[in-house]
């Protein structure tokens, strides 16, 4: 180890080492991209998100996105793009079309150096997109100290004007959220701590959202489990949320037919048709102003979802739930 002794009695401190990412990462698809699907909190630490990745090489159209996922404090779609080099335009026009491909919210170019002006236009798209579509850009290297095991090093070089503004209030708990956004938070936070608790699996997250619902994976593109505090009250559910509206369609109806006789008339099934979503839902009475009833509602949301769960393991799992 290289150490820099100033004088008696200091410390003695090894020399940071900075790598190049090939050295760590030999192959952009069959090394960087499996580690970034198993080390989605490094990513999810620097863009302020509750980050699941759920899925590499998607299929769009003829194409693979690298990654796919989602925040799941907010239940909004991230996708990535992956480049182990400088960035170039075949890249650029390859996130642009994976974007037209999957409607994301988040969208995500990672790469080892941006060029000046493809940082540009990263900065241009956010200035002219809809304040529902954001655009980052990641510069990804790696150090090390001595013969330490190297350590990934990222570095956010595009984001939204307001982002680190958004994320810094969300940290300090002082959102534009009202005091029932806080409540939320507060909610699923106990919640997401008595699923672990019971070590039932169904999420990584331990900080809960500060919206309305929770969402929960389901390991599969296009679909989550969801909790939910709505006008109908507490609602368990499973949300079909595939950017092709007639795939939601197609799904909803195969589940409801295989679902239906093992729950007769407890589920509420949802069509929502040419809409960007559609669920099979449990409700019962609740608002997140009843304090008193928060430990009564934590336990009727994981009992509804464990029935949910457990019908759905016993059609096969959610792949066959879908399959006609």
């Not at 690298?66 to 996130?95: C, F, K, P």
């Not at 999957?102 to 990263?122: C, G, Q």
């Not at 369609?249 to 589940?255: E, K």
């Not at 009843?290 to 949301?301: A, H, K, L, Q």
Request: with cysteine; hydrophobic share 40%; proline share 5%.
């Amino acid at each position: 180890m290289t150490s820099v002794d100033a004088g008696e009695g200091l410390p003695t401190l090894g020399k940071l080492e900075l790598l190049d990412a090939r050295q760590v990462w030999k192959h952009e698809a069959h090394t960087f991209t499996p580690w970034l699907l198993a080390n989605a909190d490094v990513l999810g630490e620097l863009l302020g998100m509750d980050l699941a990745l759920s899925s590499a090489e998607h299929p769009v159209g003829g194409f693979s996105l690298d990654l796919i996922g989602v925040d799941e404090a907010t239940n909004e779609t991230v996708i990535i793009e992956n480049q182990l080099t400088r960035t170039d335009h075949g890249h650029l026009g390859q996130l642009l079309t994976y974007a037209g491909g999957t409607d994301p919210v988040n969208v995500v170019w990672i790469a080892t150096e941006f060029r000046d002006e493809h940082r540009a236009a990263l900065d241009w798209l956010n200035t002219r997109t809809d304040k529902n579509t954001r655009f980052f850009g990641i510069e990804i290297s790696a150090v090390r100290i001595g013969e330490s095991a190297p350590a990934p090093l990222m570095r956010l070089v595009v984001q939204p004007n307001d982002w680190g503004k958004k994320v810094k209030a969300i940290a300090k708990g002082d959102t534009a959220a009202s005091d029932r956004a806080l409540a939320y938070q507060e909610f699923w936070t106990r919640f997401l701590e008595t699923v672990h608790d019971r070590k039932l699996g169904w999420t990584t997250s331990t900080k809960g959202s500060p919206q309305n619902w929770q969402s929960l994976p389901a390991g599969m593109n296009g679909m989550s489990y969801t909790c939910t505090f709505g006008r109908s009250g507490l609602s368990s559910e499973i949300f079909f949320q595939d950017p092709d509206p007639a795939v939601n369609d197609a799904r909803f109806a195969v589940a409801r037919a295989k679902l239906e006789p093992t729950f007769r008339n407890t589920l509420s099934y949802e069509p929502l048709q040419a809409r960007k979503g559609c669920r099979i839902a449990e409700y019962r009475e609740g608002d997140i102003g009843n304090g008193d009833d928060w430990p009564e509602y934590i336990t009727w949301f994981i009992n509804a979802q464990t029935r949910l769960r457990t019908a759905i393991a016993e059609a096969g799992g959610l792949a066959q739930l879908i399959t006609p």
